[in-house]
């Protein structure tokens, strides 16, 4: 396979970044370029300087592109990122969005100018990416031809996450989702503080690290349970797989979700998924079929559909099963990403000839 050039612009030290390059390397010969914004997007200062900057960024790329003359550009999410993109002026684009919606927060002031830049990248992409089922729904509001439209998720390394046999011992729970406030942390903790009032034997493991991490500390000592909850802090991405094959229960409790590769790496390992009632998980779960759906910020629910699915094990060691059979036919990086590598040799092989 002839090697190609893609100048990829987006957050490339992004775990899910690194994961569709590396695939674009692995399974399609690709050399990659990178591009990204160099100012965070946390506080008002940084924002306003990340708009002066965004302003500057098309000089910034087309010098790039006359330095490394590319096949193809792709941009992560579908604003800032496949604006610049369907600038460049190189064809093909492919963007993807990256949540349920790339237009957030729903309270942005500068969301009627995000929206004007995602409908021109949309017009001018010839293939976007949707994740998964739940990236579609803004897509088709935004009226987009659905036609350019993947939905295959970039899926994860099922050699890695394996599925062994499980503890049953004791409800021993992991969550593995960013200490942010959006991923609610102090919902598992309250819900867990009712399993130790009820004499529910368990072990709880937070992995990672982030804003919320002395809050959550400072709230399981306050509930009296902190000795029977792990916080790992961050930990090298080598260490996650045996962590999850330990546990056997799986939670994560987000206000909002896209596709969420912490969910199918839970579920190929052989966790028992327990999750928010929103789009993004629905379109992989089934409330008591292969897992549980959580209103948001239910505690009473949480703990008492916890305590439903450790009690029926037969019923929890069949959804398992079932689970992973799900992330192998849908979810397999090996597949998945010879599948979107290969429809970029097409793009580009199509617009040589034309």
Not at 11 to 26: F, H, N, P, Q, V
Not at 42 to 48: D, E, F, S, Y
Not at 180 to 204: C, M, S, W
């Amino acid at each position: 396979m002839k090697q190609r050039k893609i100048l990829f612009l987006g957050e490339s030290y992004r775990a899910d970044a690194i994961t569709w390059m590396d695939g674009l390397k692995e399974f399609g010969n690709f050399e990659i370029i990178t591009w990204e914004l160099k100012t965070p997007s946390n506080g008002i200062v940084n924002r306003i300087k990340r708009i002066f900057e965004f302003k500057l960024a098309f000089f910034s790329i087309k010098k790039l592109i006359k330095k490394h003359n590319p096949d193809m550009v792709i941009a992560e999410r579908t604003t800032s990122y496949g604006f610049l993109a369907a600038l460049s002026g190189i064809r093909p684009v492919a963007i993807a969005q990256q949540g349920r919606t790339d237009l957030w927060p729903e309270n942005s002031i500068l969301l009627p100018f995000k929206r004007i830049i995602q409908n021109y990248a949309f017009k001018k992409a010839d293939i976007i990416h949707a994740w998964g089922p739940v990236m579609t729904f803004s897509m088709i509001e935004a009226n987009v031809d659905m036609e350019k439209v993947l939905i295959l998720p970039k899926g994860i390394k099922l050699e890695v996450f394996k599925n062994g046999d499980k503890p049953e011992a004791k409800l021993n729970a992991i969550v593995t989702r960013s200490l942010q406030p959006e991923y609610r942390h102090d919902t598992i903790l309250k819900a867990f503080d009712r399993l130790n009032q009820k004499g529910v034997d368990f072990v709880l493991t937070i992995v990672g690290d982030g804003t919320e991490l002395k809050n959550l500390k400072k709230l399981a000592k306050k509930l009296n349970i902190s000795e029977r909850v792990h916080f790992t802090g961050r930990i090298l991405n080598s260490d996650l797989p045996q962590l999850l094959q330990q546990s056997n229960f799986y939670l994560s409790m987000p206000i909002t979700e896209g596709v969420s590769a912490s969910l199918f790496e839970a579920m190929a390992a052989g966790c028992y998924p327990v999750v928010t009632d929103i789009p993004g998980n629905q379109s992989w779960i089934n409330h008591r079929e292969n897992g549980q759906l959580i209103e948001i910020d239910n505690v009473e629910m949480l703990a008492d559909e916890l305590i439903w699915a450790y009690e029926n094990i037969d019923y929890r060691k069949k959804a398992v099963t079932d689970n992973r059979k799900f992330v192998e036919q849908n979810a397999d990086y090996n597949t998945n990403m010879k599948i979107i590598a290969d429809r970029y040799h097409q793009l580009i092989n199509t617009f040589e000839t034309v």
